[in-house]
């Protein structure tokens, strides 16, 4: 891979064989925890302006018109969150002569506030190509972290890395772009808004719907291209009638349909009445059978679905194009016949994609000799991929199996999560919202699916055979640096970790991911080997998420030893006179709140305080007010869930017992109400 420096530029020709669509990923790391960045991408004439509206692409207009550029959307990952998206370079319009790729922060946040600033650009194997590294960002708000451009016959990557102050309206504006900041709303755009729900479905406001708050970039687009196909401002382009006018901005508010929030009346006779579902698991009676019918239920999704396959296509750098899918095809291989679970096809500009699909469900693991075998058919058949779909959830882009190198010079090798599927299906069934009232009902169903023990599409359930060994050794003292069944264990939380990030995505609506404070944490044997020391030395396993409603970064920690699991965070206190006022202003909000609840109180210069359980201060709050004079700034909120010592999802099971405390803890935080104005900075020399 091609590291860049700032100015550097490079033919992606030199860099690749590969032919067809390219994903750029942006990404980042948010110690604070407390926003994200949006991308966006502009399509630019030969005079450097974009031709029209059209040429924009940005979270409320995820993809051209031709669907030469998509975006993939915002994907936690394990060293924070990455933005991808996808360009087909080859179908661009011939006057589209660069690609600037941009992001912006709302809110007055600023890309020096996030650590690990870096682009990266992959072929349609998957392979990375290139890199470059933002490490100069300060008060920026909007940044081109690079650009694509056109030489001669093919196209060129220049890493830019250029700052603006001004967010998305100033970086819009210098290429054409006319942005409305209003917040008013056209009355004909409400109406649109609520006509597109049914009449007993809530309507989805514009706050709710999209995720950003009124104020915030409402674009744009006007015609100030130069020599573009837009013309200008004042102009009507060719062929428009007089009495149509092009509508002076777009707002970036979505109006999409999900699900509605009520539910619909419930006519059964009896609460053990199930409805009757599109995609059931009565019948499935073994492993093969699931399979089968996971494999088929998800192919036709994706079909049928156009925004949902275009999600998970795009994952593996698929263009985005017409669909087809087949199940249970066979092929020649050798002397022998294989028969690959799935085929998805992409047909786009005359080209086609074509990606071979290898299922398991339940605990059943992929198989190195039969996955090799399916990259050699797809290297004979000049297939794109081979993709992998089973409850093991990769890590940094890992494949679960390891393969022969030499199979894979030809065919890309990628793997999905059941997990990380329904993920999917759940952000644009509840929150993102999908363009076909039919399309959200279809999407409600997989995920019911899904959701269904028989069908064996639950993600990630089992801490593996080294966990009861490791947990033991733990308690008798024996555990050691350099025990292979620690490092599959804390290879096992960091899946676990992730995990819970999706589920949390899926509840909240945002991308959720751990927070990582060293640059060194991107990488995810290092990740794994602080865990392995932590357990040594404490027999703790540890994780920070940031939660876009939490006060600051989440940590949740597993005390093998003590069987606790303890989530905390650190709460801002309130601006008050006296010690007291700002102790009582936190135990009004959680009034509901678990009287196990630890309630720490924080000082400057100090990281302990006086601390009390919250059935204890109730009756009396000043057990937390400081001797002296000292000040409170900020509370420290513990709460401890028994653990589960088994190694599943069991009642008694691990897994479980994480998600039981992380969902305890989340409804704590919803009862948190920030202050106006925030207290000052703890020292973090403390």
Known sequence: MREMIKGANVDLAGLTDASGPVVVSLGYTDPSGTGEADVSVLLLNASGKVRSDADLVFYNQPATVDESVRLLGKTPTGSGTEDRILMDLGTLA?????VVVAASRHGGATFGALNDLRLALSDSAGEALL??????????????????????????????GQGYESGLAGLATDFGIIVDESDDVPAEDEALADGALGQNDPPTGPKEASGESDGEVKAKVGAKAEGGTGGTGDEEPAGRSEGRRRPERVRTAKKKITLPRTASVDLADDPSWQAARLFSVTGLRNDQEREARATSTLLAVMVEVPEFGRRVTGRFNAPA?????????????????????????????GRIWTALVETKTGGNPLKKEQVESYLEVAAKHGYETVITLSNELGIDGEHPLSVDRRRLRKVGLRHLSWAEVAHEAHMLCHHHGVANPAHAWLLKELLDYLGQANAGCHGFQDMGPGWVPVRNAITAGTLRLGDKRAMQVAESWEKLVRQLCL??????????????????????????LQ???????SGRMSAEIRLPSAPGPVLIEADLRTGQIETSVEVPSAVRARALTRVQWLLRQ??????????????????????DLLKNLKAEPGLLVPDGKAEIISFRLTLPTGMGTKRGTEETGFVRSVDAAMSRFHEVLQMLKPEAASAPERSSGS
């Open 590 to 611: 959680l009034a509901e709140a678990p009287p196990e609840l630890r309630v720490e109180a924080l000082s400057p210069g100090s990281d302990t305080g006086p601390c």
């Open 531 to 537: 865990t392995v020391s932590t357990l040594v030395e």
């Open 131 to 160: 890199a470059f590294d933002i490490t100069d960002a300060s008060v920026e708000t909007a940044f081109i972290f690079g650009e694509l451009y056109r030489r001669d016959d093919g196209w060129r990557f220049r890493a830019v």
């Open 503 to 528: 589920h949390l995505s899926g509840q909240t609506g945002s991308t959720v991911a751990p927070v990582l404070r060293r640059k060194r944490d991107g990488d995810s044997a290092v990740r794994r």
């Open 94 to 98: 011939s006057d589209v002569h660069r």
């Open 321 to 349: 194009g017409t669909v087809q899918t087949f199940a249970e095809t066979t092929f020649k291989h050798g002397d022998a016949k294989v028969r690959p679970d799935g085929v998805i096809r992409v047909a786009r500009a």
